[in-house]
């Protein structure tokens, strides 16, 4: 069955069609982090949706062309720079760095292209689109110098949040800096420098200033990417107004349509409550990795749930991940035995390789099922498993399975980092407890796999003798 996503825009799942029906790139914005603090586990959850949807492309057979913005100017990093009393640059980079380190961490695949908001090259393109803007009567210069845009001549304005625009007439409520506006819910394309900005400006025909948020988006999607896009996806906070002003912008420059497919990652939550600093329930990555768990496990953590259903981060689905990653481990290191066996090539006699159906494949071409996705590859586990414990897998079935897990791993990127060396100290107490059971000295048997365990390790009888693993948790 064909590849189908949630479009945000009809808020209907409809059948993936590229734009451009011939072999080039499936095109992707997505919107990155505004680096003014360290990005929290709620912004890596929608990053690992991307990159979920690019790897599940890609298994397809796509070819995707992804980028992903930097915001390093707007109101927060500028006030960020300001109480840091650092120029706005310094301010940014380290963020930025942290950013790089967190998605490494999190095995997420790099974009092709990260541009930053403040590179001149996409400034000058910001102007230009405000220009056009203005040329056409869609934007404005008001009395406070700054640049709106104007909503009420853009008729499709709200379609993507179904937002009702006089909705928003009727609620506003007027902020001071905001007077100077002609409708309530026209967004700034061009904020007028203000002495609170210190020396964040760049000059532009409306006198110095610097751009809003939402045309920063608009016109390195445009430089990078061209007028018209396959996907544009974000974090559901995205929607309205940023994604919403993008759509503004962008087609009221070309006259195109911007966007073929909308698609927002839902919330993440944290004990079941909103993530935030006064809670004590915000966490960064590194927070994660401080109470001793992986990276990989946090990507599992973070990657299980559908991404439009809200994710419930606790520490009791950290340790669900780690309990999931050491079946996989273990699952694996099974498989792998059974190829390394002597005779390991010849089936037996009943043996034929497995015809693995593509359920994984399927169920993420449903709008990125990765539960069901998930599911199929544990339930695969648990038959395999069952026929390796009743001696019924033969090494071709085995290499078969381990063909398709390298497959699905594409996508998954979850497997233990490594070959695992087993440290000499180890390896002797194995060897000890070896001659313990031999001798049939339970006690010192026992007493080594203890000793075994504190050392991350763990021992497992076979009919072929005695294997190490490491402990759950413990890669
Ligand atoms: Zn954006």
């Given at each position: 069955m064909a590849l189908r996503l949630f479009n945000t825009y009809s808020r209907e799942v409809e059948e993936f069609e590229p734009r451009d029906p011939s072999a080039r790139p499936i095109k992707i914005y997505t919107c990155g982090p505004?680096?003014?603090?360290r990005a929290h586990i709620g912004n890596f959850r929608a990053y690992i949706f991307e990159d979920l949807l690019q790897r599940h492309l890609e298994l397809r057979g796509y070819k995707v062309h992804r980028v992903m913005n930097i915001t390093d100017v707007e109101d927060k990093t500028i006030r960020g720079a300001r109480e840091a009393g650092v120029r706005l640059q310094k301010f940014t980079e380290q963020f930025k760095v942290a950013f790089f380190e967190d998605a490494h961490t999190l095995r997420i695949k790099r974009a092709d292209e990260y541009p930053a908001a403040t590179d001149q090259r996409y400034i000058d393109r910001m102007i230009e689109m405000i220009s056009v803007l203005i040329s056409k009567g869609l934007a404005y210069q008001a009395d406070d110098k700054s640049v709106y845009f104007r909503i009420n001549k853009f008729p499709n304005y709200g379609k993507l949040a179904h937002f009702d625009l006089t909705q928003l007439q009727s609620t506003g409520r007027v902020k001071h800096d905001e007077y100077d506006k002609e409708h309530i819910g026209d967004f700034a394309l061009w904020k007028a420098w203000d002495e609170a900005d210190g020396d964040v400006k760049w000059d532009s025909p409306w006198g110095p200033g610097r751009p809003g948020w939402h045309i920063e988006c608009s016109a390195m999607s445009m430089a990078l990417l061209g007028d018209q896009i396959d996907v544009h996806c974000g974090g559901v906070d995205n929607i309205f107004p940023h994604h919403e002003a993008e759509i503004a912008q962008s087609e009221g420059v070309t006259g195109k349509k911007f966007v073929r497919y909308w698609l927002h990652c839902a919330h993440l939550l944290v004990d079941g409550q909103k993530m935030a600093k006064s809670l004590g329930n915000f966490y960064t990555v590194p927070d994660v990795l401080a109470k001793g768990y992986t990276g990989r496990e946090l990507r599992y953590a973070l990657l299980r749930?559908?991404?439009?259903v809200p994710l419930n981060f606790t520490w009791e689905g950290m340790n669900e991940a780690r309990e999931s990653l050491a079946r996989i481990d273990e699952w694996l290191a099974r498989l792998r035995e059974l190829t390394e066996?002597?005779?390991?090539e010849r089936p037996t006699a009943n043996g034929q390789s497995p015809v693995i159906e593509p359920a994984f494949e399927d169920a993420l071409d449903d709008d990125l099922n990765i539960s069901a996705a998930l599911g199929f590859l544990f339930e695969s586990i648990r038959e395999t498993n069952r026929a390796m414990d009743q001696n019924e897998m033969d090494a071709p079935s085995a290499r078969a399975w381990l063909d398709w897990w390298k497959r699905i791993n594409t996508v998954l990127d979850l497997e233990a980092e490594a070959e695992i060396v087993i440290p000499p100290e180890v390896t002797q107490l194995a060897d000890e407890r070896e001659n313990a059971r031999r001798e049939k000295n339970w006690n010192r048997s026992d007493e080594l796999r203890e000793r075994i365990f504190a050392l991350g390790w763990e021992v497992r009888d076979t009919k072929e003798g005695s294997k190490l693993t490491r402990r759950s948790g413990s890669t």
């Open positions: 505004t680096v003014y603090s749930v559908h991404y439009r066996k002597p005779n390991a």
